[in-house]
């Protein structure tokens, strides 16, 4: 699957599917395949182009949970939404196991916030001929926060990016299924999350990005809104900037507002100058 194909003529809406009871906004609210296929359904209504579907929660100073588990809380919800609707689906996880189980179940994509490390996980993605999501992250979610300094912020994640991608291309995954992930709040201080933000064209190149910053912790941080889902208004400032800038696929919880704003965003760009 290519990233372009994803993309289609405009920026991509990701919508989010967490089957978790502790993602920092939506934990709890779609554990079962019932529920997660209604917001599934909701979704394609509203116009995302892919759903991203993750079993583990990967918010700062969570704890992993084993295969097993995992597996128990994604293959019945993607197994569910994919024999009811036609949407693409993405798989949030850094498992190979659970990675290779998501795409026989008919997943195209695989966002491994781990940055495809572990060559397993590269084997399954190029098996499969599937997508790939390759993002940065200082650390493992339950200590990432503990330490953000950088000698070099910008670099250092452009090349961690750059270095993985080329891995991927070395062991056979084609370079048009890879995207990257510069990582928003996975290990940077809120200074560093805007300084990204604000320069994403840095991180581009030869590479699609893909972004997620809605109801981040970065948004609370420059706006006092200390509840993750009452973030709307810096989560749509922040998709509208990303899809501006070249971000080709812009993740999102809030996925009505966000594919409006975007559609009247990418109307705005077209009708300049005309």
């Known amino acids: 699957m290519r990233i372009k194909d994803i993309r289609g003529a405009s920026p991509a809406v990701m919508?989010?599917?967490n089957i978790t009871p502790d993602s920092f906004s939506d934990g709890g609210l779609?554990?079962?395949p019932e529920a997660a296929l209604i917001r599934a359904e909701e979704?394609?209504?509203e116009g995302v182009r892919i759903i991203d579907i993750g079993g583990e929660s990967t918010r700062p100073g969570s704890v992993g949970i084993g295969v097993q588990e995992e597996l128990d809380r994604v293959?019945?919800?993607l197994e569910k939404i994919l024999s009811s609707i036609d949407i693409l689906v993405s798989c949030d996880t850094s498992k190979p196991l659970v990675a290779s189980e998501a795409l026989k179940y008919g997943a195209v994509?695989?966002?491994d916030v781990t940055g495809a490390e572990n060559l397993e996980m590269i084997r399954v993605v190029e098996e499969n001929n599937a997508a790939l999501c390759i993002m940065h992250m200082k650390g493992c979610p339950e200590t990432m926060q503990k330490d953000t300094l950088y000698d070099n912020m910008f670099e250092e994640v452009r090349d961690y990016l750059y270095a993985q991608a080329s891995l991927c291309v070395e062991l056979g995954v084609d370079r048009e299924n890879i995207c990257l992930d510069p990582?928003?709040?996975?290990?940077?201080?809120?200074?560093?999350?805007?300084?990204?933000?604000?320069?994403?064209g840095y991180f581009k190149g030869d590479y699609p990005l893909l972004m997620g910053v809605s109801r981040k912790s970065v948004i609370g941080k420059y706006t006092g809104v200390e509840e993750a889902n009452k973030r709307l208004g810096g989560s749509i400032a922040s998709a509208v900037w990303l899809a501006l800038e070249g971000v080709d696929i812009v993740r999102a919880h809030d996925t009505k507002e966000t594919?409006?704003?975007?559609?009247?965003?990418a109307l705005l760009k077209e009708s300049k100058n005309e």
Do not use: H
């Open 43 to 45: 979704m394609v209504e």
């Open 15 to 17: 919508g989010v599917i």
């Open 75 to 77: 293959i019945p919800v």
């Open 259 to 265: 594919c409006q704003a975007l559609r009247i965003a």
């Open 109 to 111: 994509m695989i966002n």
């Open 183 to 200: 990582g928003i709040g996975f290990g940077k201080s809120p200074e560093d999350n805007l300084r990204i933000m604000g320069n994403v």
């Open 30 to 32: 779609y554990n079962t």
